[in-house]
């Protein structure tokens, strides 16, 4: 029996997420001699001419990509994404290696040793403290123990009368405390807690106790807050957990990489400010460091991951130069509270506004990495699901995908500084405040510039790393080997039409089966 030729240009149909095929030139598929046999999925059943047909039953898994020869049908099975040429990953080394190398010479270069020492002021979070429990707890008179003074004219209208007569009439609770670490371990003081103290004792509870040396010794210690490692340790180990059993290995590294983006703060890039360099250049630099050494460990060293670290880093850039220009424009100082205010009088070498730059760096790159890597990851699947798509093509089918992407993060960041400065915004619902005002407030336009300035980062990062992706996997086109053994120009070119009745036939065929 003779087999009946295919149309040689009819539409063809994807053949799955990642395939594409080649034949080698010869009648098209679907023709069998006598009954049929093999798989119903595997048209290279049929006879070359002269030649015998031979059949794979196991039909080419999604991702792969069959090459017909001689009427003998080969598999081969792919990753989900394919890796892109050796010219591309040259040219992408090429910038990326450079980088990388700055990075990390600038982090040699600028590399502290330890946070300088200074006298302790016994103010805020820069004084002494020491672990302690409660080992008893009775109920006192407050008035007995002097609580609180009323105000010699009997003014209760105050918000401090109200609650020194509260006091005074009221339960209070002595609580007596023993110091568990240091040289007077085993030492015991007594703390007095008022009734509406928002912070109350229990027996038997742990406390962080702080330690003022040149204080009189009845009132050198002091319950300063609670023990809550352990809640907190438990937590932490629950999410860790989570994240195992769902992301499995990919989790796991995951996990390291949140380890060495928090060793990097936390032995690079703090004491490198406090020892005066440059807050811009010091969060940049281990920005990237951190940028560089999460994204490879968590998606592994390939070239999806390279397009996804060159659009988080010119986001950062756009990021940088964005902060630098408002922060200076606005007269934004980065000295607007207590904490803030210490820090300045502790280093007063502290480029305060720098630093205000340096955390919107620091704080937008997480949401960053979240954006490009979905970018680039949504380009490739698009190629690998139909690798005739062109950059043109590939940017317009993703950036629907980022454009719903990119609405849901915006709003996740400013939701995420709105509720970190809740009470703040709430002291100035109290006020009755005007909108104008409050923003224009060095408080809240510190929010309002750090939140404005990463978001203009995240747009940016959308459509940049868009199309990176577009023109890096465009431009990665392997030449088809179904015609290179028989090293003629006539035979490659009499290939191509086989090759598309193979392909419309093997659609025709999964349409009939569906």
């Known amino acids: 029996m003779t087999s009946s030729p295919q149309p040689p240009h009819e539409p063809t149909d994807p053949l799955g997420p990642a395939g594409h095929e080649h034949a080698s030139p010869g009648p098209a598929a679907g023709s069998h001699h006598g009954p049929s046999h093999g798989h119903p999925h595997d048209p290279s059943h049929g006879h070359a001419p002269g030649g015998h047909g031979h059949g794979h039953p196991p039909a080419p898994a999604p991702g792969g990509h069959g090459h017909g020869h001689g009427g003998h049908g080969h598999s081969h099975g792919h990753g989900p994404a394919a890796p892109v040429s050796l010219h591309l990953r040259k040219v992408i080394a090429a910038v990326l290696i450079p980088f990388a190398v700055a990075v990390f010479v600038g982090m040699a270069v600028l590399w502290p040793g330890g946070a300088p020492a200074h006298e302790r002021t016994g103010v805020g979070f820069d004084r002494q403290t020491q672990q302690g429990k409660v080992v008893a707890l009775v109920s006192v008179d407050c008035k007995s123990v002097n609580a609180a003074q009323v105000p010699p004219t009997g003014d209760t209208s105050t918000p401090e009368g109200r609650e020194a007569v509260a006091s005074q009439t009221g339960d209070c609770k002595k609580a007596t405390i023993e110091v568990g670490t240091g040289p007077d371990k085993g030492r015991a003081f007594f703390e007095i807690v008022q009734p509406g103290a928002p912070r109350q004792l229990a027996n038997g509870q742990e406390v962080v106790v702080a330690y003022a040396p040149n204080a009189p010794r009845d009132l050198q210690y002091s319950v300063v807050d609670l023990n809550r490692k352990f809640p907190m340790a438990l937590l932490a180990g629950i999410f860790a957990v989570a994240v195992v059993v769902v992301g499995r290995m990919r989790g796991l590294f995951a996990l390291i990489a949140l380890v060495v983006s928090f060793a990097i703060l936390t032995l690079f890039i703090l004491p490198a400010i406090l020892q005066g360099s440059n807050p811009l250049l010091v969060a940049v630099v281990g920005a990237s460091a951190i940028m560089l050494i999460a994204l490879y460990m968590c998606h592994g060293l390939t070239a999806r991951t ?5 659009g988080t880093l010119v986001s950062l850039l756009l990021i940088g130069l964005l902060g630098s220009l408002f922060i200076d424009w606005a007269f934004l100082s980065g000295n607007t509270d207590d904490n803030t205010g210490l820090i300045h009088g502790l280093y007063p070498n502290i480029d305060m506004s720098g630093l205000l730059l340096a955390g919107v760096i620091i704080g937008s790159l997480g949401v960053l990495d979240d954006v490009t890597v979905t970018q680039t990851s949504a380009v490739w699947e698009l190629h690998q699901a139909d690798s005739e798509m062109g950059p043109r093509a590939l940017y317009r089918a993703a950036i629907r995908i980022g454009r719903d992407h990119i609405a849901s993060v915006v709003n996740t960041l400013v939701l995420a500084y709105a509720g970190a400065a809740l009470p703040l915004l709430l002291l100035f619902s109290i006020a009755n405040s005007s909108m104008g005002s409050v923003a224009n407030s060095e408080l809240v336009a510190e929010e309002i510039v750090r939140t404005l300035v990463g ?27 179904g015609s290179a053994s028989t090293g003629s120009a006539s035979a490659g070119s009499a290939s191509a039409p086989s090759r598309a009745a193979a392909r419309a036939g093997r659609g025709r065929g999964r349409r009939r089966k569906r």
């Open 306 to 310: 390279s397009v996804a670290v060159l």
């Open 455 to 481: 978001s203009i980062g995240l747009v940016a990062s959308v459509p940049v790393t868009t199309a990176l992706a577009a023109l890096v996997v465009s431009a990665d086109r392997p030449t088809p080997t």
